[in-house]
């Protein structure tokens, strides 16, 4: 029996939806490093992460963090949530600004490399004395500048890990081009606030990727604190 015209229009519909979530699967050598040194990233876990993420119209990151998974997933749209706004104004920015912020962070890293400017450049970016663009580039200085790239708050919201030591702090210039790079940039946003309301957002075809901070094992250290506040057990519920 011959198929309609209207069953053949369905069908190639429904083929040409499938092919449009197929995602762009890249190889091991192919993998983007994140810009950022981060607690918990998940770079190193790209092969496995990969493998088991479904195909799907957008994907939905509650926690993004160092982002290795969003720049190397190769979904065509992605929302991306993290409660550090810190975090997400620097993505915002070199979305926005794109070489501007390039540019501006390399300064940082060229004049700042010392323990006095170390604690200045801190002390100004924990007084708010910046502008977003500058705010955003002494972030980055700060993760690549202190001591074990731990970006850690004080409960009063202010970035308290000390001064790294580094001869020479790497700078991810080519991390930053392939970001700007990215096609997916035109069709991603950054937000910063509570991780069930991005969940909640998600519709069909949307694609969750969770990876919240891991409550400690009893007696053992953890890390938990990317904001001003720790993330609790009862959230990990």
């Known amino acids: 029996m011959s198929k309609s015209i209207a069953s053949i229009?369905?069908?190639?519909?429904?083929?040409?939806?499938?092919?449009?979530?197929?995602?762009?699967i890249?190889?091991?050598?192919?993998?983007?490093r994140p810009i950022f040194k981060w607690v918990?990233?998940?770079?190193?876990e790209l092969p496995t992460v990969l493998e088991h993420l479904p195909h799907g119209k957008r994907l939905i990151e509650p926690f993004v963090g160092g982002g290795s998974v969003f720049?190397?997933?190769?979904?065509?749209?992605?929302?991306?949530?993290?409660?550090?706004?810190?975090?997400?104004?620097f993505y915002q920015t070199l979305q926005r600004e794109g070489h501007s912020l390039v540019?501006?962070?390399y300064s940082f890293f060229k004049n700042y490399n010392n323990a006095d400017a170390y604690l200045e450049v801190r002390e100004?970016?924990?007084?708010?004395?910046?502008?977003?663009?500058?705010?955003?580039?002494?972030f980055l200085y700060l993760n690549r500048h202190c001591f074990n790239g731990v970006t850690r708050y004080n409960q009063n919201g202010e970035f308290n890990v000390g001064y790294g030591k580094?001869?020479?702090?790497?700078?991810?210039?080519?991390?930053?081009?392939?970001?700007?790079?990215?096609?997916?940039?035109?069709?991603?946003s950054f937000v910063s606030g509570d991780f069930a309301s991005v969940i909640e957002a998600a519709g069909?075809?949307?694609?969750?990727?969770?990876?919240?901070?891991?409550?400690?094992?009893?007696?053992t250290e953890g890390f938990t604190s990317y904001s001003g506040n720790s993330f609790r057990f009862d959230e990990q519920k």
């Open 9 to 24: 229009a369905i069908e190639k519909q429904d083929t040409m939806a499938e092919i449009s979530y197929m995602r762009t």
């Open 26 to 32: 890249r190889t091991p050598d192919e993998y983007e």
């Open 40 to 44: 918990g990233g998940k770079f190193s």
């Open 71 to 89: 720049t190397n997933a190769g979904f065509r749209h992605n929302l991306l949530n993290d409660i550090n706004g810190d975090l997400i104004n």
């Open 103 to 105: 540019t501006l962070s």
């Open 124 to 138: 100004a970016f924990n007084r708010g004395k910046y502008d977003q663009l500058h705010h955003a580039a002494a």
């Open 166 to 188: 580094y001869k020479a702090p790497y700078f991810p210039h080519a991390e930053m081009e392939a970001f700007l790079a990215d096609d997916v940039l035109k069709n991603t």
């Open 204 to 219: 069909e075809d949307d694609v969750i990727f969770c990876d919240p901070p891991y409550e400690p094992l009893p007696d």
